[in-house]
């Protein structure tokens, strides 16, 4: 007894993207991004199906954490926004957390315990911000944090970066953010890393000691405009099935706001799943889905537990005819290029309340 709507996360194809990612860069490490639970794809799920190849997982913020060592994962975790508050700095070895540090703050409070020896991991990482301005310190600043905070800057110490615009695979400003960062570090680390899923794959002087990878082991191509084709597996496929037909003549609206109108007799179906489940709110009027394999019309707006369709031309649609939202037949970037957003976040946004099922 329970609604059908839920979405399977398939760990073949997990493992098959992390076996073509790594293909990329074989003398690189990974680094799995399991932030956002996993990109909405459960992260201790995932975490659990990389565990043998993995050698280190990444998360936001400390919070993250927690979870994955309550299910015994063993490697360290990277955390990707370093302390928020120095307390944090306490859990460092009880949680084996190597912290990304980005700010001068945050260097003081690990630099002053790793003096003190309350800290035994050794590795943190330093980022330094190569262009995006979000996060990491300034290149033009590393002469005097190297000799400021000795404890943290060594050789193996890793220094990384973010590309700002490694997802646009023409555009030359990451080989130039590439270039300004190895003319600083190069000489005096010999632990680097730069590449996310979209500079492993088509900038390969990114490609270092360590990859942080993340959408692409999720099977969802990190180009806007799937503008480089790599055979990477969706993971995620989000299900639903109808629950409700009727015939409406034309001139009939449909949904809140009857701000669809059907030009001709329209056959529509309904199907159990909104945006309290994280199917985005704005998709428009012709938004795909897949009622057993053939494309139906999103029509009217999306309701907080419900989709209305248009299946006036498919045959056979009825109640319990199963619906892909996205996935394996329909690409995760075909829906989020609709609504104006990326992969990223149509996965991220599945609620809470979609079971995963793992296969
Ligand atoms: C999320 C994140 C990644 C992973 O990026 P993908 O595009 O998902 O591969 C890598 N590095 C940092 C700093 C991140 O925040």
């Not at 990277?78 to 540090?101: A, D, F, K, R, S």
Request: charged letters at 20%; glycine letters at 6%.
């Amino acid at each position: 007894m329970a609604r059908y709507t839920h979405a399977t996360i398939d760990l073949n194809a997990l493992k098959h993207n992390f076996m073509v990612m790594s293909r990329f860069s074989p003398s690189s490490k990974q680094v799995v991004v399991v932030k956002a639970d996993a990109y909405g794809n459960g992260a201790v799920t995932v975490a659990k199906c990389l565990q043998s190849q993995a050698d280190m997982f990444a998360v936001a913020f400390i919070d993250e954490v927690f979870e994955l060592r309550d299910a015994g994962i063993t490697q360290p975790i990277l955390v990707l926004q370093g302390p928020h508050q120095e307390q944090e700095c306490e859990l460092t070895n009880t949680l084996n957390i190597v912290w990304m540090l980005h700010v001068e703050q945050q260097l003081n409070w690990i630099n002053k315990r790793i003096r003190n020896n309350e800290i035994s991991n050794l590795h943190h990482w330093v980022k330094f911000d190569t262009g995006m301005h979000r996060l990491g310190l300034m290149l033009e600043d590393y002469g005097r944090l190297n000799a400021d905070y000795t404890h943290i800057f060594h050789p193996t110490t890793v220094m990384a970066t973010h590309l700002a615009s490694a997802d646009e695979p023409d555009n030359n400003a990451s080989l130039t953010a590439v270039n300004q960062f190895l003319s600083v570090m190069a000489d005096q680390h010999s632990c680097l890393s730069i590449a996310n899923s979209a500079a492993n794959i088509c900038l390969p002087e990114s490609a270092k000691t360590w990859n942080r990878m993340g959408i692409s082991l999720y099977g969802s191509s990190p180009f806007v405009n799937d503008e480089v084709s790599i055979s990477l597996k969706p993971v995620m496929q989000l299900n639903s099935e109808v629950i409700a037909l009727r015939e409406i003549a034309a001139g009939e609206s449909v949904g809140y706001g009857a701000t669809w109108t059907a030009s001709k007799h329209s056959v529509i179906a309904t199907v159990a799943i909104g945006y309290a489940d994280g199917y985005p709110r704005h998709a428009p009027t012709g938004t795909p889905a897949l009622f057993d394999g053939v494309v139906g019309e999103l029509v009217g707006r999306v309701s907080m537990d419900m989709l209305t369709f248009d299946v006036s031309n498919i045959e056979n649609v009825e109640i319990g005819t199963k619906v892909e939202l996205w996935g394996n037949n329909l690409a995760i970037n075909k829906i989020a290029k609709q609504v104006g957003t990326i992969g990223y976040e149509l996965m991220t946004r599945v609620s809470k309340r979609v079971p995963r099922k793992l296969i």
